[in-house]
């Protein structure tokens, strides 16, 4: 001992007395389930003078129903939107994705809101997340309630303020997610792709699909969805698909090694849906 | 520094703290339970394994402050008395998942974490639920036999 | 419970119990009250020369107990090769002079707690002229390249080995191929850091040091000699160790600077951890090679001559370089019946961290390169890859060309049962089906291994004491170094076998270096066959001082006796005379007062190895296996999936068979880690991925399946017929599972790790 410098913990039971302890001090650090956080101190040269932990407050906790979205709590651990039947229902793709963050402990430990937090736009859930349509919901440092997109707020790290819930809008019968890792499957994602689409009269519909590269932001495929919506699933064209993949991410310098998954993966979702329709 | 209760293999100490202090060392050193250990305390390794509420996670990532009002299990409160020992500790033995021993406590943990949650676990589950254990010696095979082992003693 | 002829069963470890519950002492774990945290005192610069260095500051900082640097040693360096390669005695516990690599170690400090220790290393003042440095083994041996000691071109060691005659061999050959293997270096990966902790004792100036190592008496040859002491004035202990793999088989500046440390502090205890990073930068690492072979064949299958080079880097340091580079060339005598052969081992020094012993001892590395090479040489003649192994492998009783001699050797027989089990002529070269994304294949792998090694020492020795107490309970003193392969049960066994009494009784003591008997470690698979025989040496001394006493009392001739199963016999009709317990309350009579004390020792007859030819017979016995993988390529993503492994060994007779097996499955574990996954990276002399993130080793769901055969050949020589066990099987695996993805998807990849990028850019180039 002692292997973190020294701090002030603080464990409010309310937003409001987070808040209050955020704007408080002037070198203050939220902690939720610490699997970052702590790291963060261990590994880097910050240091808080004030750790603010999220776990005592009623309000970031539980997942509910709310106007048809799924509304999942900040302090949300990964394993329990796993294992939701909420989650499991409204959105199978973000319990598959979180599922397959990591290690066990590692998931029984970290929160949903933490893992947005990081601002880490190349791990699984970011990528999940905007396929979905998922919004946030935070409170800003002044008081005041907040939603945005989850694309914005990846990109924002001038915000201070508590991210409260995830929403994730109903979703379509059909998701699928695959990702792809380096070396192991507890590594993070070297390359993943997200799809997800509704059925409407055989055809489909909402589609949307967004590739994490991990070389840059997530991104939604626009081309490919155009070229999707109000197709029949069995009736998708591999040669095209790869196309229009290839022009949304031309911005991207991709490897061969990316471009040969998102082929295969490509291929594969055509596949699933095809079969599933 | 706070003074604080906390739970540990079912007796509650109370104990001065500082702010800063992770639950591991709390344990090793306030508390001296040295069957918890460390070999990354950045997560990775899974030997600072202790269950919290019965499900297991990482002590090297947890404040000790954190850990107020749960309920931490180390290896050394896993035997159901003095001189016995919990049946997947037996089964590791009996099927020589066992060698340097220094994974040990972590996996016996996250074995019980899984066993508690699911009594008849698949080997590929087993895998899935000691994922975060880092092991060395053995190349897991045995290990995961144990746990089958001890899932079917358990029944 | 009572387990009487315990060899050849599985019985329960002897320390599992205590590690199952968490009492299990490590070094990790050990505290003394007054204990002081130590510090190592590191070079950030791969290549300088310390002008000077002020620890005025740091001494007075508050809480600091001491500060010392080379001014506080005689200044004697040290190797871990020096018996057999004087020249390669290079380093110094503190360097005072220049440093070689970023880590370096130049200071150490002990304070009351860590902060201050950490800050007291920050107060000392080193000056330092940066020099050059030289990263690239090749750069490194080219003229004018930074001189990082005084051998010529950075070449640390070279070893030639050279038989028959090559060049005519390669003429007469009808397929003669070219290929260079390249082999990253690697990380041991044990799960307790390396940890000392050092005391000395002011009033008889004697040292204690407890340390997580594999060879506690080399260590203590090492401080000896570093510090001028008498070897019996240091003792070092070794506790419960959290696995060594190779990373644990030396001196380390810190177990020399724990010391030394609390010397200047007046006589208290130091402890110093090194932590995960100080791990993977600064202790020991794999030797990265290049691998160039040149063989030729005949078109019946014989190999006419084998021809190559190994270029390894070698690092800052030499540590075990020798044995590594001897390993790397001359493995294959052990596996191939060869007349004519040619192989060049340069090992370069490096401003890198210290390449030194690691499982396998340069036999991965030669494993992988010359493994793929035979696979591609039966491919060049159009035969298959098991029928060429038989043809050229090695048969029991002979003497290699270079004079080993390989008695009992179960070689082809593993082969043979290898391709059996796995079904290998159904599968081997199987037509494959072009519109799948997958593909399967099967490869194989063959190798050998020794059972100890002269490496470090004139002799070999290792030694057993027992003694009988007179309730019945036996003590058993070895100087073997339990690590986790489970020497102390092996022990155990023998010693209850020999004697005929319960495993249960017997109580091991080991690898103190003040009440132990010698043994050189654990290395070079040597435990069980070399100290097991010197355990059941002592077992058998035991028995007969038993016997001679129950032999005069009811005046029979000892020799007509035995104990068998806890009760002594006559040895001809098993007619039960008396139990052991009754047997030794007779010992310790008022006739007698005999008390029990066997001893006894082995030193394996071996020859050492000439090192200008690659002369000898390094080892008492061999170990030989057959490995089979199957795997399944995905031919889009470039993922292999290693679906089993087969591993048929010729392990002699298994001592306790499900700790064989245990040594079996975590070496191919091991081994499939190597083959995929680990690179322990560098840049400028930094080691990029130090810690378990981006340095990835197996984990549970990367384990596969392992069909696990023992073929027993009984040696002449070992412990009730046991060979070693520890290393071998992790030697072959990379290249089966390399010539396993040639059958699936015809490439061939000939430089490690196996990325699914490589993959796929191979079956890219194929297609073009």
Redesign the interface.
Known sequence: ?????????H?PDSLKEALQLLQKSPKPML?AG??FA??TL??TAASPED?I?L?KIAELKGIRREKGAVAIGAMTSL?EVVSSPLVQEGAPVLAEACSKV?????R??ATIGGNIASRFYWVDLPAVLMALDARLEWIAAGGSRKQGELADFLKDHKTKGILTRVFVPPQGSLSVYFR?T??????VPVLALVFSAGLQAQTLKDVRVCVNTTMAFPQRLRKLEALWQGRKPGLLNAEEARLAMRQDLSTVKL???RL??L??DL?SVIEKIGKAA | M?TISLNVNGKVYDLQV?????L??TLR?RLGFKGTKYSC???EC?AC?VL?DG????S????T??AQDRKITTIEGLAPSQGELHPIQQAFIDEGAVQCGFCTPGMIL?AK?LLDKTPEPGPEEIA?????NLCRCTGYVRIISAVESAARKLK | MKTTSPVGKSVPRIDARLKVTGEAKFVFDLEFPGMLVGRMLRSPHAHARIVKIDTSKAEKLPGVRAVVTAEDTPKIKFGSNEYFFPYTVDQLPLESEKVRYIGDEIAAVAAV???TAEKALSLIDVTYEVLPAVFDPLEAMKPGAPAIHSAMNNIGVMLPVHFGNPDKGLKEADYVREDIFTLPSAAHCALEPHVSVGQYELATSRITLWTSTQAPFKIREAMAKTLRMAEADIRVIKLNVGGGFGGKLEMFPMDFAACLLSKKSGGLPVKITASRTEVFSFTRRKHPMIYKLKSGVKKDGTITAITGEVIADGGAYCSYGPTVIAAATMRLFMVYKIKNIRMFGSRVYTNNPVCGAIRGFGGVQSGFAIESHMDMLARGIGMDPVEFRLKNATDPDTLTVNKMILSSNGLKECIRKGAEVSGWKEKYGRKKDEGQ?TARGIGLGIAADVMGSKMYKSHESAGTIIKVEEDGSVYLFTGAADTGQGSDTAMAQIAAQEMGIAYERIRVKAADTEITPFDTGSFASRVTFISGNATRNAARDAKRQVLDVVGRELKLDPVSLDIRDESVVEAATGKVLLSFDQAITLCSSFNYGQLIIGRGSYNPKTTPIDFRTGEGNISGSYGFEAQIAEVEVNK????VRVLRMYDVHDIGYPINPVSVHGQIEGSIIMGIGYT??ENLRFRDGKVLNPNFSKY?I??S??RTTIESIFVETNDPQGPFGAKGMGEASLLPTAAAIANAIFDAVGVQIKDLPI???KV??AL?SVRT
């Open positions: 001992m002692p292997i973190l410098k020294d701090f002030k913990y464990a902690l610490g699997t702590l790291n261990k590994k750790v932990t776990r394993d990591a290690t066990t402990p590692i029984y430990m792809h380096q070396t192991m499957d507890v590594d490897d061969e090694y040969s998954l082929d295969a291929d | 706070k500082r702010d800063s202090e992770l591991i060392e050193e305390l950045e997560g899974g394994t919290v499900k297991n996670m990482l090297c990532l947890m404040l402050l954190d996250a974490s899935r639920a000691l994922d975060g | 707690d860590e902060e994304d889009k993503t470039g993922r995929f996954h990835r197996p984990r769901m990367d990325t699914p990028q796929l850019a890219k």
